[in-house]
């Protein structure tokens, strides 16, 4: 039997006197993202509150139907009708307004990194880690840093859910990036173009379809968020579980429960339906 | 003709110091070598030659031969690591960024083995690209860009994708691509291989009408002698990095620098490079209308020959007259023009052998080689047929049968 020796690092110590450090330093900066956040959260709800029920369960039918078929599309407009049943409507649009706000910020953050890691490989081999550490450190961890910049609320729910949600679009921008066939990106330069109308003109829209591909991804991922999120005081589906959970009520779990399964259902398909579009002309891979 | 282009002593080395590597180069140490002792690859090996305005020139060699490295560096796409390619006078491999941008847009145009082109865009937006790049007005653009689907064949297809078009129809986008930005050199890599054979004959048919039309100067990559030398104004060809032989696709024929240039062109079909004039003889005796049969049958003595060509004044062919016919006419005092004969075969200078073997069947008298002003410059009799066709040194001083 050999004992670990009586050695203590105080790393933990360190990110806490780190995360207090930003949170005094960068007052004004994380007071700003809350504002942007919170105002883009609440327009988007306001939005489709204001919007009549049935209005959005036609748009949803009507989506269906343009990037699948007329089944799925009246198949997903029954999905909405339903969780409308069971009295989740404003949950299910606070649930939507959150992952939309997610998503946007994901995609602003997201695609420039990846674009940047596409052509540095300096910047490239530092962010790996930093990616794979964000997928796999356990989500419960960094809602306690969301806490501390951002309160309980919305806004930190979005703070976790951009850390879990980040990394497939930015890996698959760089992976579409670099995967552009190499005769096209030659051909652009043959034809002199500069490097922002290569990116602009060529290798943005050549890699398109396969950042539609880690869109689809990171917007399930923030999906799979919504409950941890609820933890940190995000409203919605989520915290419909949760207090499910507390109350240990059955009835009202499996209903918030399949209500999640269901808006899943309908965002992968769309998503996957958009990218589909993109990928009809566009991409050097066949 | 002048020189457009004049590549000096350019090599290419890949690898983590490719600069090192050049006094090695400049010693005269092998690739081998160098790969061993620097692990650096040599891609381009000291290369000069020169491309003349308006010509066809015709990089040829085997896969790994460095044709490919070679023909990227009259863009920059690879930068030379030494020596100098003069455009116009200029060294392009000095050039700073907005010089060498500049060449790119309006002087440099490049058409790709896969066709390379922007599977995102339509035909027409294709075709469009390098005057996008410019910054052309949107009308003016598309009218130029319009004008050159058509050269290529491909009027109505503009609003298409290139995914929906084939092969041959994708390089053709290629072609109208490049010429959109009516360059002065026209950059081909394999621009035909990876079409099926019959698609690369018409290409090739095609090219040689858009080049007749147009004339650019194209730098053309392939592995194909036979297409190299039905392309090519000049051949040069490459093996393992350098630049072994340069010159017309006959030249190299008749004499290959080197035991590899003679393997290598060993399975060409003769047939489809050699012209008339290679393989015509010029004749020793010429009757002119006007000097009668007893010329006509003194010439043929004296020459040792059966028939002989007429002409008129100003050297066009008018017939030909036999030794039979001759003796007959002069017994029967008959004049040289009663006893001509007119079922000869007249042949242009520059009509390939290929074309030639036929009409040497058919006709019972030597075929007569006229150049473009339809003078008469030489005949071909069925065994300079035959002989053109083996690779052993023509006998130019044969005698004259028929």
């Given at each position: 039997?050999?004992?670990?020796?009586?050695?203590?690092?105080?790393?933990?110590?360190?990110v806490?006197?780190?995360?207090?450090?930003?949170?005094?330093?960068?007052?004004?900066?994380?007071?700003?993202?809350?504002?942007?956040?919170?105002?883009?959260?609440?327009?988007?709800?306001?939005?489709?509150?204001?919007?009549?029920?049935?209005?959005?369960?036609?748009?949803?039918?009507?989506?269906?139907?343009?990037?699948?078929?007329?089944?799925?599309?009246?198949?997903?407009?029954?999905?909405?009708?339903?969780?409308?049943?069971?009295?989740?409507?404003?949950?299910?649009?606070?649930?939507?307004?959150?992952?939309?706000?997610?998503?946007?910020?994901?995609l602003?953050?997201?695609?420039?990194?990846?674009?940047?890691?596409?052509?540095?490989?300096?910047?490239?081999?530092?962010?790996?880690?930093?990616?794979?550490?964000?997928?796999?450190?356990?989500?419960f961890?960094?809602?306690?840093?969301?806490?501390?910049?951002f309160?309980?609320?919305?806004?930190?729910?979005?703070?976790?859910?951009?850390?879990?949600?980040?990394?497939?679009?930015?890996?698959?921008?760089?992976?579409?990036?670099?995967?552009?066939?190499?005769e096209?990106?030659?051909?652009?330069?043959?034809?002199?173009?500069?490097?922002?109308?290569m990116?602009?003109?060529?290798?943005?829209?050549?890699?398109?379809?396969?950042?539609?591909?880690?869109?689809?991804?990171?917007?399930?991922?923030?999906?799979?968020?919504?409950?941890?999120?609820?933890?940190?005081?995000?409203?919605?589906?989520?915290?419909q579980?949760?207090?499910?959970?507390?109350?240990?009520d059955?009835?009202?779990?499996?209903?918030?429960?399949?209500?999640?399964?269901?808006l899943?259902?309908?965002?992968?398909?769309?998503?996957?339906?958009?990218?589909?579009?993109?990928?009809?002309?566009?991409?050097?891979?066949? | 003709?002048?020189?457009?282009?004049?590549?000096?002593?350019?090599s290419?080395?890949?690898?983590?110091?490719?600069?090192?590597?050049?006094?090695?180069i400049?010693?005269?140490?092998?690739?081998?070598?160098?790969?061993?002792?620097?692990?650096?690859?040599?891609?381009?090996?000291?290369?000069?030659?020169?491309?003349?305005?308006?010509?066809?020139?015709?990089?040829?060699?085997?896969?790994?031969?460095?044709?490919?490295?070679?023909?990227?560096?009259?863009?920059?796409?690879?930068?030379?690591?030494?020596?100098?390619?003069?455009?116009?006078?200029?060294?392009?491999?000095?050039?700073?960024?907005?010089?060498l941008?500049?060449?790119?847009?309006?002087?440099?145009?490049?058409?790709?083995?896969?066709?390379?082109?922007?599977?995102?865009?339509?035909?027409?937006?294709?075709?469009?690209?390098?005057?996008?790049?410019?910054?052309?007005?949107?009308?003016?653009?598309?009218?130029?860009?319009?004008?050159?689907?058509?050269?290529?064949?491909?009027?109505?297809?503009?609003?298409?994708y290139?995914?929906?078009?084939?092969?041959?129809?994708?390089?053709?986008?290629?072609?109208?691509?490049?010429?959109?930005?009516?360059?002065?050199i026209?950059?081909?890599?394999?621009?035909?291989?990876?079409?099926?054979?019959?698609?690369?004959?018409?290409?090739?048919?095609?090219?040689?009408?858009?080049?007749?039309?147009?004339?650019?100067?194209?730098?053309?990559?392939?592995?194909?002698?036979?297409?190299?030398?039905?392309?090519?104004?000049?051949?040069?060809?490459?093996?393992?990095?350098?630049?072994?032989?340069?010159?017309t696709?006959?030249?190299?024929?008749?004499?290959p620098?080197?035991?590899?240039?003679?393997?290598?062109?060993?399975?060409?079909?003769?047939?489809?490079?050699?012209?008339?004039?290679?393989?015509?003889?010029?004749?020793?005796?010429?009757?002119?209308?006007?000097?009668?049969?007893?010329?006509?049958?003194?010439?043929?003595?004296?020459?040792?020959?059966?028939?002989?060509?007429?002409?008129?004044?100003?050297?066009?062919?008018?017939?030909?007259?036999?030794?039979d016919?001759?003796?007959?006419?002069?017994?029967?005092?008959?004049?040289?023009?009663?006893?001509?004969?007119?079922?000869?075969?007249?042949?242009?200078?520059?009509?390939?052998?290929?074309?030639?073997?036929?009409?040497?069947?058919?006709?019972?008298?030597?075929?007569?080689?006229?150049?473009?002003?339809?003078?008469?410059?030489?005949?071909?009799?069925?065994?300079?047929?035959?002989?053109?066709?083996?690779?052993?040194?023509?006998?130019?001083?044969?005698?004259?049968?028929?």
């Amino acid at each position: 039997m050999g004992n670990f020796p009586d050695i203590r690092t105080q790393i933990g110590d360190y990110v806490d006197q780190f995360v207090s450090f930003l949170d005094t330093s960068l007052e004004g900066f994380f007071d700003f993202i809350f504002f942007i956040s919170s105002r883009t959260i609440n327009g988007i709800a306001d939005f489709l509150m204001w919007m009549p029920w049935w209005l959005f369960i036609i748009l949803i039918v009507l989506m269906g139907w343009y990037f699948k078929s007329v089944v799925s599309g009246v198949l997903y407009g029954l999905f909405i009708f339903l969780i409308g049943t069971f009295g989740l409507w404003e949950d299910m649009m606070t649930t939507i307004s959150i992952i939309i706000t997610a998503v946007i910020i994901c995609l602003i953050i997201g695609i420039p990194l990846g674009v940047w890691m596409a052509f540095s490989k300096g910047f490239s081999t530092v962010m790996r880690p930093l990616l794979d550490a964000m997928q796999t450190m356990p989500s419960f961890v960094y809602l306690i840093p969301a806490i501390f910049f951002f309160g309980l609320g919305n806004v930190s729910a979005i703070f976790a859910t951009l850390i879990y949600a980040l990394p497939p679009v930015i890996r698959l921008t760089e992976l579409a990036i670099r995967g552009v066939d190499k005769e096209v990106i030659e051909s652009a330069q043959s034809f002199g173009s500069s490097n922002w109308q290569m990116l602009k003109k060529v290798q943005l829209p050549q890699a398109l379809p396969t950042i539609m591909a880690g869109v689809n991804q990171t917007t399930m991922m923030a999906l799979a968020m919504v409950v941890i999120a609820s933890m940190v005081g995000a409203s919605g589906l989520g915290e419909q579980v949760l207090v499910a959970i507390n109350r240990i009520d059955i009835a009202l779990g499996f209903e918030a429960g399949i209500s999640i399964v269901f808006l899943a259902i309908i965002i992968d398909r769309i998503t996957n339906g958009v990218a589909g579009k993109f990928q009809k002309h566009g991409g050097a891979t066949e | 003709m002048t020189a457009q282009i004049r590549v000096e002593n350019v090599s290419k080395i890949f690898g983590p110091k490719p600069k090192s590597v050049i006094p090695m180069i400049k010693e005269g140490m092998s690739k081998e070598g160098i790969l061993n002792k620097t692990n650096h690859t040599v891609g381009v090996y000291n290369a000069s030659f020169e491309v003349e305005k308006g010509e066809v020139f015709v990089i040829m060699g085997l896969s790994g031969s460095g044709k490919s490295t070679l023909i990227r560096c009259f863009n920059l796409l690879n930068k030379p690591t030494d020596g100098s390619i003069y455009l116009d006078g200029e060294d392009i491999v000095a050039f700073n960024k907005n010089e060498l941008k500049k060449i790119r847009q309006e002087k440099i145009a490049m058409v790709f083995q896969h066709f390379g082109l922007f599977s995102h865009r339509t035909i027409l937006a294709n075709v469009e690209y390098g005057l996008e790049i410019r910054n052309v007005s949107k009308e003016e653009r598309r009218e130029i860009a319009m004008n050159n689907i058509e050269t290529v064949g491909l009027k109505g297809y503009e609003d298409k994708y290139p995914d929906e078009l084939s092969g041959g129809m994708q390089q053709r986008v290629g072609l109208a691509r490049a010429l959109a930005n009516d360059p002065d050199i026209l950059l081909m890599d394999e621009p035909f291989s990876a079409l099926d054979p019959l698609i690369r004959r018409e290409m090739q048919l095609e090219l040689l009408d858009i080049q007749e039309r147009l004339q650019k100067t194209i730098i053309f990559i392939t592995h194909d002698v036979n297409e190299a030398f039905k392309l090519g104004d000049r051949v040069a060809v490459m093996k393992n990095g350098q630049v072994e032989q340069v010159g017309t696709p006959e030249e190299i024929i008749t004499s290959p620098a080197n035991h590899y240039i003679s393997d290598f062109i060993k399975d060409i079909d003769r047939s489809k490079v050699f012209q008339a004039e290679h393989i015509m003889t010029r004749p020793n005796a010429l009757v002119s209308l006007k000097d009668g049969l007893n010329v006509a049958v003194k010439e043929m003595k004296e020459n040792g020959i059966s028939s002989v060509f007429v002409v008129n004044r100003s050297r066009q062919v008018e017939g030909i007259v036999t030794i039979d016919d001759a003796i007959q006419g002069i017994k029967e005092k008959q004049r040289l023009s009663d006893v001509l004969r007119h079922d000869i075969t007249v042949v242009n200078q520059e009509e390939y052998i290929n074309d030639l073997i036929p009409k040497a069947l058919e006709s019972q008298f030597p075929l007569a080689v006229v150049n473009g002003e339809n003078k008469l410059i030489g005949f071909i009799l069925r065994v300079h047929v035959l002989s053109g066709l083996v690779s052993e040194e023509i006998n130019k001083s044969e005698a004259y049968y028929v």
